[in-house]
Every structure is written in structure tokens, then in C-alpha cells.
């Protein structure tokens, strides 16, 4: 019993809402004990004398025997005091002597006194324009504890009490629903995921933290769908690159076995062709690991400081007779402050070489491509930027996934035919605590971005 979330805040409420009634049931108890309807009634008694001795008090004060009468006739008792707290009057002087009144710690007047025996009176004090104080006193009434319970307090508090807990709880059961039941929502949606993985997300609702917690439920699902996805993809991505060398591997050697490659030319031929695609496929199979290994963050970087000029002048001069023979103007253009940058200098030369590369399959002859590197605050900012074709906008989205490849294979690169060239870039990039961009449109070329933190003086 009371094992649901539910039922325990409905048992949390209503214990709550029972003592805060039990507290209020208390304090009206204390108050009624110490402030009985005989007491109200007796002090209300005393202030009425007090009014009738301050309508005309100097003609009254003057007539002792009808303060006396009064006091008689009310069965009180009216004392007075001077200015310097000393008894002038009392009508009974033979009974225990009345102290003078003094204020509460509130500042307010008292309504108990105790004579010089220990005896509890009811007072009620005015102060008369001469500067006297008179007082009227009463024995303090009798009351019992059974009395005052059941003649005030028993009647009403069984009522309101009853009408208050049964609307607390009904309202202790909504609120307690209202927390429940988002959360039971998520509880079934991620009981039912396997087979609700495509469903709607859920709506938010209840407290800030239970939607806190849906929120975070729901872009929990939608990071497991996105990783199935794109496993699932990757899956049917490497299918695919592996039938069509498997498919020439596969045929090529059936035809040296069954003689239909009978001449030497022809069988060199095939051989020629099966050495070729399983080297296609042995450069894949070490890309994937590659990217896997920078992708669980274990792959090994040699950091230390690195001269990004004399980098890119490198991967310029390595490119340079091929951009010769596409009569392609290959460019390093350097400012004369860049400072040295923090990283691997061989898996950096990986990145440029993959975009320059790039680069040249898809500038046009007599076009131009331009290395350039400048500081940026703490960052050293590299651009490799070409006069190309140009990628369509759609595509600059996923141009950075795995095996995605814009047409004619924009996105591989030489050795990366199966497009995971940058896709490795970019998780080199990342692996350095850089960032890589890329800016294009169609016919007007393209500019990829690379910023890397600088090395520490």
C-alpha cells in the first residue's frame, strides 16, 4: 500500500494539510484557555465600569460611597493610583493589595493582575486627566479544560475541520495527479520505446521539473533514433561500397579460373583489376578504423607547436605539379604574423591535403585555388578556397558525414572514394579543439574554414 509515487504524495499532502489543521486546532485551543467567553464576558463587565467612571470622573472620585455602590453592584473591585503608583483609594482595602499596572512586552495593556497573595484577578485601566490610574478588578473566573473544549471549540472545529480536510484532500489528489501523471507518461513511453521509437514526442506538462525531465526524456530518444539511424545507414553505406570491388574481385577471378581470361594480357588484366579494388577496399577498411579510433577519442596526436606557414607551404609544394597539369593556380597566401599553432603536424597535413586535393578535382583549368593563414584572436584561422564548381546549399548540411558524397563524389577526395575524406577532417579538426566550416555556391567556388587554438608562448 502507498508504493505509487501518486499515492505517496497524496499521503505527503494530506498528512500536511492534517497537521496544519491539528496546529490551527491547538493555538485556538490555547487562545480559548486563556481567553475563555467568562473571561471576555467578565472584562467587558469591567470595561463598562471603567466608561461610567470616566464620563464625569471628578464629581465621581469626589463621591467615595458611589464608587463603592458601583463596585458593589458590579461585584468588582475599583482601585486608584496616584501619579507616583501609590494606592489613594480602593473599595476593599481589607482584601490582598492590587499591584500596580504595568504593560505586556508588546506594550500593550495587561488584562491579568496578582494581588500580594498570589490571588489572579481580571483589570481593565484608563489613566484620568490628573495623571491617576484607576483600575477595576474581578476574581479571575474558574474554568475548566473539558468545558471550555466542548462549550466553544468542539462544534465548530468538527465542522470546519471536516468540510477543510475533505476539500484538502480532494485537492491534495489533483495536485498529487498533476505530478504523477507526466511522469507515468514517461515511464510508459520509455517502456514501449522499442516499438514507439518513431511516435511523437511527448508533451511536456506538470512542474517545471517533471517537464524538465520530459524534455530531457524526448531528446534522449531523439539522440538513440539519430544513433540507430545513423548506424543503420552506415551499415547500408559499407554494403554498398564493398559490393562493387567485391562484385570485380568476385567476377575477374571466376573468369582466371574458368579460362575465360585465356590469354596473358587478359589474365594480367584481371589480376591487375583485383589488385586494384582490394587495395580500394584495404584504404577503406583503414579509413573507417581511422575515423572510429578519432571518433572514441583514442587515436594518438603528436601535439606540439607547429609552423602553419611552412605546413601549408608544404602541402602547396606537394601539389604543385599536379596543379600544373590542370593549369590550376595553386596559391599560399600568409600574413606576416602567424604565430605557431597547437597540434599533430603529420594528421594536420592529413586535413589540407584532403581539401586541397579536393580542391583540384573540381576547379576548372585556368582556375585558382589560395592557402591562407592569419591570426584570430586565440585562434589561427586557415582557408582553403577554391574557384570550382560549388556545392549546392542543400548539401553543406551533411557535407561532413560519414560516406555522404555530393555529385561526383565532391565530398571523397583522391583515396577517399567512398567519402569519409571529410569526415576524418573534421573529426581531426575536432580532435585539436578546433572547428572546420565550409561556405560555397554553385559556380562560384568553394571556402573551407579550420581554426586552431594557438601553441602557448
Known sequence: MFTSLRSRLWLSYALVITVALLAVIV???VYLLRNPILYRETLQKLRNVQSQLTVNPRELLQNRDRLREIAEENHARIVIFDPTETVVFDTHPDQPAIPFPRNTLLNRNSQFATDAQGGKWLQSKSRLPNGNVIIVVAPRPATKFLNVFADELLTPILQSGFIALLLSLVLAFAISRSVADPLQ????AARNYPQGADAEPISPRGPREVQDLTQAFNSMVQR??????SQR????NVSHELKTPLTSIQG???AILDNTADSPDARKQAAQIIYDEAGRMHRMALDLLDLARLEAGTADLNISAVDAGALLRGIAEKFSL???KANVDLQVNLSDDVPLLLGDGDRLAQVFTNLVDNALKFTPAN???ALSAKSA???VEVEVADSGVGIESEALPRLFDRFYQVDSSRAGGEGHGAGLGLAIAREIVQAHGGKIGVRSSVGHGTTFTIRLPLAQT
Request: charged content about 5%.
Open 322 to 324: 599536379q596543379a600544373q
Open 367 to 369: 582556375g585558382q585555388i
Open 185 to 188: 507518461q514517461v515511464v510508459l
Open 377 to 379: 584572436g586565440a585562434w
Open 233 to 236: 545507414d552506415f551499415v547500408a
Open 252 to 254: 575477374f577471378a571466376q
Open 27 to 29: 493555538v485556538l485551543f
Open 224 to 229: 538513440v533514433n539519430n544513433s540507430q539511424r
